[in-house]
Nanobody, 115 residues
């Protein structure tokens, strides 16, 4: 059974930082690519960042230079480090994995950027 469990969401002030985590089980983690998405209030879910099975990374323009996606194969965890947070980063953040042709999502973690 594939499970993704996000954590790390919080209320942070503009300009602050946080690191989101997504613990993954039930897949061959080291051979899987993963991604982070987010859904802000009244908005559609949007892609934020991806990391391939070869650990190449891609970022949405809206977070490029402020976000870093990474993995820890010993912990089967994918991270999203976000810096210089803005109010428009407020959203529920989800991690996603595609494994054996199936797509799996976590339950999401809330990030609120506000003073």
């Amino acid at each position: 059974q594939v499970q993704l469990v996000e954590s790390g969401g919080a209320l942070v002030q503009p300009g602050g930082s946080l690191r989101l985590s997504c613990a993954v089980s039930g897949i061959i983690f080291s051979l899987s690519g993963m991604a982070w998405y987010r859904q802000g209030p009244g908005r559609q879910r949007e892609w934020v960042a991806s990391i391939s099975h070869t650990r190449n990374t891609l970022y949405a323009d809206s977070v490029k230079g402020r976000a870093t996606i990474s993995t820890d194969n010993t912990k089967n965890t994918v991270y999203l480090q976000m810096n210089s947070l803005k109010s428009e980063d407020t959203a529920v953040y989800y991690c996603k994995v595609v494994f054996n042709g199936n797509t799996y999502w976590g339950q999401g973690t809330q990030v609120t950027v506000s003073s």
